[in-house]
């Protein structure tokens, strides 16, 4: 725009020179024609007087036409003065104009360069980023190429293993009609383990029923050798297979075949080797049917019977499953059953300390509630078989201290059902309560509690004659109930 302006005040600067130089050659033309025409006055002078005043006239004339011209002059002179101090303004602020340009620029230009190098640092970040995205696409890509397989792979095994199972449950339903229904078929098959009463023995063991006549005796072998059959021609794996069926008809008749096979000595090592014991403490743990409950408690109580599987037991928490079992049931022959397997594992005396930690013998008094001779009868066996590993225990030398069982008001018990009618409950009875007496770090818990009374009513008045010599005995070799009795 000053540009413009500049060139159209040149362009009137211009005009007023040429218009200038027009006035002045006018004025030199008007000079010399007035030269000329007072040359001419002078000679025309003498030849005509008349002409003086037109001359004069003229002369003025042209004066006045010349000062006219004069002014114009100096007025254009004026205005080109003004013409130059705008144009010298005008060059002014446009240098500065230009300056103030050229710095905001510069700064623009600054401001766009760190601007441009923050845009390329992250382009290179972005384009690092998505070399690292298609790494990991092509990566995941390849997982999932993997998984996919994978999956077909574990899809087709569900299939044969559905198949399998299927199949397994149909050889299964051949096999129903043929599997005892009442629990007699896998409780009352055998004892836990032998008594030896003769040899000082409390005996381990007593059959969980009661006996059985000779013809049910025979049909009950009968049916033992009819499931070792099936089990020969099906294979145990596949029956400790369908202790996971889904199908709880299925999942019953499985574990009753187990328990039966538990029962003999020769099937209980390939039954924990195939994971027969996992699956049953498993049904203990998840299970909510009774009728599993109770037949999984007999099965386990069969494998207790041998030292090794006791130890298993123990250790993956049997113990435990056995007391919670105990403990949310109001039936008899589970109790029986959780009873009798406790029983079992109060007869290892290395167990003794994890079995009462995990509340095994609260478990076993607890149990009394039921009031059933039969629960009440495998309580007192486990409570002998404590006693008598306690007492080898001192008698060897590895074992001393006070009775794990006097912490447990065990002796007050035993005392106070020592005279119960039943002759089986009460030999165990008699049994525990003449093993703790031989302890002499049991001795203060005796005579506080009136147990010397009760050794000395069972030296004579047991019914087994083992039994009332073993309370004999025992009085005898202890100063502390000598003294008692004495006192008495």
């Not at 040359?39 to 006045?64: D, G, P, V």
């Amino acid at each position: 725009m000053y540009e413009k302006k500049i060139a159209e005040l040149m362009n009137q600067l211009d005009d007023e020179r040429a218009r200038s130089e027009s006035a002045e050659q006018q004025l030199d033309e008007m000079k010399k024609l007035l030269s000329d025409h007072q040359k001419s006055k002078q000679q025309q002078e003498m030849e005509n007087s008349t002409s003086q005043k037109a001359l004069a006239e003229i002369t003025q004339r042209y004066e006045k036409k010349i000062a006219e011209l004069n002014q114009q002059l100096e007025d254009e002179h004026a205005r080109f003065a003004d013409i130059e101090e705008q144009m010298g303004l005008a060059k002014e602020l446009l240098s500065d104009h230009k300056k103030s340009i050229q710095i905001q620029g510069q700064k623009e230009i600054d401001e766009l360069r760190v601007e441009l190098q923050e845009i390329h640092q992250l382009h290179g970040a972005t384009v690092n980023e998505l070399l690292l995205l298609k790494t990991k696409y092509q990566e995941l890509l390849i997982e999932k190429t993997t998984i996919k397989d994978e999956l077909h792979v574990v899809r087709q095994t569900l299939l044969v293993e559905e198949k399998q199972r299927k199949a397994f449950e149909i050889e299964l339903v051949s096999i129903k009609k043929l599997v005892p229904e009442s629990e007699d078929g896998y409780e009352d098959k055998r004892s836990y383990m032998k008594e030896d009463i003769a040899k000082g023995s409390s005996a381990c063991g007593t059959p969980l029923g009661l006996h059985k006549s000779n013809q049910s005796r025979e049909n009950f072998l009968g049916q033992r050798n009819t499931i070792a059959k099936i089990c020969e021609e099906v294979g145990l794996q596949k029956i400790l297979a369908l202790l996971t069926s889904g199908d709880l008809d299925v999942q019953i008749h499985a574990v009753k075949v187990v328990a039966n096979l538990a029962a003999e000595d020769v099937n209980q090592e390939k039954i924990v080797e195939e994971g027969g014991l996992d699956s049953l403490l498993m049904l203990l743990r998840s299970s909510q049917n009774a009728t599993i409950l109770r037949v999984a408690s007999g099965a386990i109580a069969n494998l207790a019977m041998n030292e090794l599987n006791q130890g298993l037991i123990v250790s993956k928490g049997g113990a435990q499953l056995l007391a919670n079992t105990a403990s949310k049931t109001e039936d008899p022959q589970t109790l029986r059953m959780v009873a009798g397997a406790i029983a079992n594992l109060c007869g290892n005396e290395k167990l003794h300390v994890m079995l009462r930690e995990d509340g095994g013998i609260k478990a076993l008094l607890g149990m009394v509630r039921s009031g059933n001779i039969d629960v009440i009868s495998q309580i007192a066996r486990g409570l002998a078989n404590f006693a008598k590993c306690e007492s080898r225990g001192i008698c060897q030398g590895h074992r001393s201290g006070r009775s794990l069982l006097m912490e447990d008001g065990v002796l007050t018990w035993l005392i106070a059902n020592c005279n119960t009618a039943s002759a089986s409950t009460r030999r165990h009875i008699e049994l525990a309560l003449c093993h703790l007496a031989q302890n002499e770090d049991n001795a203060g818990d005796f005579i506080s509690s009136g147990g010397v009374k009760e050794l000395s009513r069972i030296s004579v008045e047991s019914t087994r004659e083992d039994i009332r010599n073993l309370a004999k005995k025992t009085l005898k070799l202890s100063l502390a109930f000598q003294a008692e009795m004495h006192a008495e």
